[in-house]
């Protein structure tokens, strides 16, 4: 197991801590010392939201900092194509010596700093571009510089172009470019996905992908953050699922005494909220039936008609939210953004859809645990009951006896609840 403590306690901050990551860190410094060397890379690191990204790049500047780099850090935002060059004009403002001096003396890199002539609209038209590309390859050659772009998934155009321009002609300059992404933002239309494939093809480039942490790293992650209650800590890591933003949210709210952060929840929820009416239906529908839901049952129970259906649920998959299990059904991709979805669903209609999910499943064969779930949920207690023990009893036909006594454990409880 891999587990580098590199800083201090926090989150994504020059105080945080960095554990389980040191074989990507290690990938990210050959690409950097070998620019130390001469060679220029390119660096691609993707992972999904808060799985660490930020803290794992700010790592490699403190390393490039030690190695006499001068290291520019620019942010994309959600903001369209409104601000041509946005993340490099925020690189930029940070530059000091040798490399102030030689924006100075490139008056079309000076335009992008505060109190610069206005952009406009001929920014991005192409003999500026071509100045202000060829400009950039000669301020980057006048000393070591490790150049990070964060959040390439909110990248415009302009940002987009400069990425795969600098990606193909960097050779010999000191440099390392390096450029974070989101993978969980990368909808199958999403304009960076063919940049990507491009730029993964070219030798220079270098591909990182951040998996989630293991059990023991997490829990390692959660100690170092101040957890000391072993129960909370591996309830935590349970629902985390590896994410370290999402176990230190998550963390936060156990020790208040509540399920989840707002601002966990709004994370969670955001993706959703971009969905068509349709889609957001269906998405719903899904939270309501579990974790997984099959194919036929999803679509009976949205209302749609086959082709509304599919069109809503190929918005829902490209987007990551809800992915293919098996041959027939679906899954969340994160079991945290079910339990955000049915939790912000109103009660009545939470009730509602129970009730005609319990409605279809009824016609199934061997739906009696499932059953007997969506009737508790939508507030018939008579038919919990009565599914909980059929559930029991298939179950000891199965020849299951702990699941059957769990079923008929779950009926006792049912049954001192049902009013006479």
């Given at each position: ?6 800083a ?15 074989v990507?860190?290690?990938?990210l410094?050959?690409v ?12 691609l ?6 799985i660490?990204k930020?803290?794992l790049?700010?790592?490699?500047g403190e390393?490039?900092?030690?190695a006499?780099?001068?290291?520019l850090?620019g942010?994309?935002?959600e903001l369209?194509?409104?601000l041509?060059y ?8 940070s530059?000091r010596?040798?490399?102030?001096a ?10 992008l700093?505060?109190?610069g002539?206005?952009?406009g609209?001929e920014?991005?038209s192409g ?6 590309f060829?400009?950039?390859?000669g301020?980057l050659a006048?000393q ?5 772009l964060e ?5 415009d155009?302009?940002t ?14 000191r ?8 993978t969980d ?9 063919r940049?990507?494939?491009e ?6 480039v ?9 059990r023991?790293?997490m829990a390692d ?9 072993v ?6 890591v ?9 176990a230190?949210e998550?963390?936060e709210a156990?020790?208040d005494?509540s399920?989840?952060t707002?601002?966990?929840?709004s994370?969670?929820l ?35 008609d086959?082709?509304?259906f599919?069109e809503?649920m ?5 987007r990551?939210?809800?992915r293919?299990n ?6 969340f991709r994160?079991?945290?953004?079910q339990e955000?979805?049915?939790?912000d669903l109103?009660?009545?209609?939470r ?26 949920a ?9 599914a909980s023990?059929?559930a029991g009893r298939?179950?000891?036909?199965l ?5 059957a006594h ?8 049912l049954?001192?609840?049902v009013p006479?």
């Amino acid at each position: 197991m891999c587990r580098d403590i590199l800083a201090d306690v926090g989150w994504q901050n020059e105080h945080s801590v960095l554990i389980g990551r040191l074989v990507e860190l290690d990938r990210l410094t050959v690409v950097l010392d070998s620019a130390a060397a001469g060679l220029a890379g390119v660096a691609l690191v993707g992972g999904d939201a808060g799985i660490g990204k930020t803290r794992l790049v700010t790592e490699l500047g403190e390393r490039a900092k030690a190695a006499g780099f001068a290291v520019l850090v620019g942010q994309c935002a959600e903001l369209g194509d409104a601000l041509p060059y946005l993340p490099l004009a925020d690189a930029l403002r940070s530059a000091r010596g040798e490399l102030r001096a030689a924006i100075d003396a490139r008056p079309v890199l000076g335009r992008l700093l505060p109190g610069g002539t206005d952009l406009g609209p001929e920014t991005t038209s192409g003999l500026t571009q071509q100045q202000l590309f060829g400009s950039m390859l000669g301020f980057l050659a006048v000393q070591p510089v490790l150049l990070i772009l964060e959040d390439l998934h909110w990248a415009d155009q302009s940002t987009r172009d400069l990425l795969v321009f600098l990606s193909r002609m960097l050779q010999t300059e000191r440099v390392c470019l390096v450029g974070t992404y989101r993978t969980d933002d990368l909808h199958r239309r999403h304009p960076l996905r063919r940049v990507l494939a491009e730029l993964k093809r070219l030798p220079s480039v270098t591909a990182v992908e951040l998996s989630p942490l293991d059990r023991g790293e997490m829990a390692d992650y959660l100690a170092a953050l101040g957890g000391d209650d072993v129960q909370m800590i591996s309830e935590v890591v349970d629902r985390a699922e590896g994410n370290p933003f999402y176990a230190e949210e998550l963390l936060e709210a156990a020790v208040d005494g509540s399920s989840m952060t707002d601002g966990l929840a709004s994370l969670l929820l955001s993706r959703a909220e971009l969905l068509s009416d349709a889609a957001q239906r269906v998405l719903r529908g899904a939270a309501v039936a579990g974790r997984r839901v099959d194919h036929d049952l999803l679509r009976e129970a949205s209302g749609l008609d086959e082709l509304a259906f599919e069109e809503a649920m190929r918005e829902i998959v490209s987007r990551g939210l809800l992915r293919t299990n098996g041959e027939y059904g679906y899954a969340f991709r994160h079991a945290l953004l079910q339990e955000a979805v049915y939790t912000d669903l109103l009660p009545g209609e939470r009730t509602r859809m129970h009730s005609e999910f319990a409605r279809l499943l009824t016609v199934r064969k061997g739906a009696a645990a499932e059953l007997a779930y969506h009737y508790l949920a939508g507030h018939d207690l008579a038919e919990a009951l009565s599914a909980s023990v059929e559930a029991g009893r298939r179950a000891e036909r199965l020849g299951a006896p702990a699941e059957a006594h769990r079923h008929f454990e779950q009926a006792l409880g049912l049954w001192a609840r049902v009013p006479e």
